[in-house]
């Protein structure tokens, strides 16, 4: 069956970094377009940053220039590199996979990221 699971997630101090990882099984990830979204408390879920198949990229506002996603499709694992991080940068961060022939969506079970002093 189709895993998505995501890792890297923790406490981290203002102006910290981390890197969160997506390790995907059960699908053929190389025809995947990967995302990670994320959902403060009280808030509704929105797109952080995104990576098509053939590795175009596309970040929300609030992240560009700060986070970085990539992909490693001999690995089939998606990374979101987060610096600066900011305390409103605290959410549950997703993995979702789309695939390309029928939008076909996957999703991971979350990891926490929390930005506090």
């Known amino acids: 069956q189709v895993q998505l699971v995501e890792s890297g997630g923790g406490l981290v101090q203002p102006g910290g970094s981390l890197r969160l990882s997506c390790a995907a099984s059960?699908?053929?990830?190389?025809?995947?377009?990967m995302g990670w979204y994320r959902q403060a408390p009280g808030k509704q879920r929105e797109l952080v940053a995104r990576?098509?198949?053939?590795?175009?990229?596309n970040y929300a506002d609030a992240v560009k220039g700060r986070f970085t996603i990539s992909r490693d499709n001999t690995k089939n694992t998606v990374y979101l590199q987060m610096n600066s991080l900011k305390p409103e940068d605290t959410a549950v961060y997703y993995c979702?996979?789309?695939?390309?022939?029928?939008?076909?969506?996957?999703w991971g079970k979350g990891t926490l990221v929390t930005v506090s002093s």
């Open positions: 990576i098509s198949s053939g590795g175009s990229t």
């Open positions: 979702k996979a789309v695939r390309d022939y029928d939008a076909l969506i996957y």
């Open positions: 059960g699908i053929i990830f190389s025809n995947n377009a």
